[in-house]
């Protein structure tokens, strides 16, 4: 069944060739997924009316993911299909989308229970349940997520929003070097995100999570007013940052990504960029850090304090739930090197902290050594990085396993 259409991006001359994209998805699925699939639901900025479609060289591109959440009837079931949807997204994306729309299309798989028994309050299953539109199944199927307010929305998960964009950032800042043409908008859309999501996971850390990118500048700037300690911290530009990184997600080609000139001057401008945004990055950790901690204190040291929050049994979790990961390490992980930090804290947590420190580090004075992010990261001498590079390629390469695919 597919369901009545809904608005997926502010531009209306983008709309009819992504919503064949998106309407082509739930085919694509039921095909694949004969008898077992309960629905399909769209969910991230499209679900909003607020995908970000820019025309370039005679086609659409589709900046970010079209993202949904594959709802099958059985735990079986979401087992079998964890392994071949990354598969499926790269064929539904190279299928539906040509030739006219260049796309990332991403399926999460979830099992029908998850809705009613496992979807606890968080910034995603917010936005899933105020925004998320089915696609393919019963209409009312999102009903089952127990209703919340943001005020539910844990701080610890507004916090993870920033380090998983930071991380995001350390990755694009290594790929640069080797990006040109449309690769490089990829990369640009990636800092006006960070520039939202940083605005974003205050206002959720506060207990007042906007939705709408449009209404984000005006959130933010009630909660500075509301606010000094986290005021005093930001660079003085930041909420005009924020204002134009709010226009730019909604209208690209209204609020350009990227300087018009050759891809080398373009790659040095975003380097530049994601140095720069560090002041602002380590305005909002310190901020929430020194929250949920109690203690004023340096980012490391909050860092480290906050590592150690974790309780004995949820990091013996975590590091269980690692070892039986369905998908093998990037890199040679040492049991016992795993073991000695789960005695300090969870996985998920320590690659934060390595990904935080690391970024920061980007803007460090060069007279000073490297910030050694090592001791945080649970791979065998053999494959223990040697280097500032080597170091963050470490960090987004486990970060993609253990916490962006898990």
Known sequence: ????????????????????????????LADRLPGKLVGLVLTGSFSRGEGTVLAVNGHLRVLGDIEFLVIVPRMTDYRALRRRVGDWGREASARLGAPSVSVDIEFGPVEVGYLRHRARPSIFVYDLATHGKVVWGPADLLRAIPAFGPERIPRDDALHLVFNRTIEQLEAYDRLDGLAGEALLDVAYQRVKLVLDLAGSALAFAGAHATSYAERPAAFARLLASTPRLAARLPADFERELERAARAKLDPSAEPLLPHAEAGTQRAWLKRRIVDGVPALRAFLVWELEELTGRRAPLDALLARWTAMPSRSRRLRE????????????????PLRALALARRSTPRALLYA?????????AR??????????PLLPLADRAAPRTPDAARGAVTALWRWCVRNN
């Open 319 to 334: 590091w269980a739930k690692l070892a039986v990961h369905p998908n093998r390490a990037p890199l040679p992980v040492s």
């Open 365 to 374: 004075d060069r007279s000073r050594a490297p910030t050694d992010v090592r």
């Open 1 to 28: 069944m597919i369901l009545p259409s809904f608005p997926l991006c502010r531009n209306a001359q983008h709309e009819g060739a992504v919503r064949r994209v998106v309407d082509g998805c739930a085919g694509f």
């Open 354 to 362: 390595a990904g935080a420190l690391a970024y920061v580090d980007l």
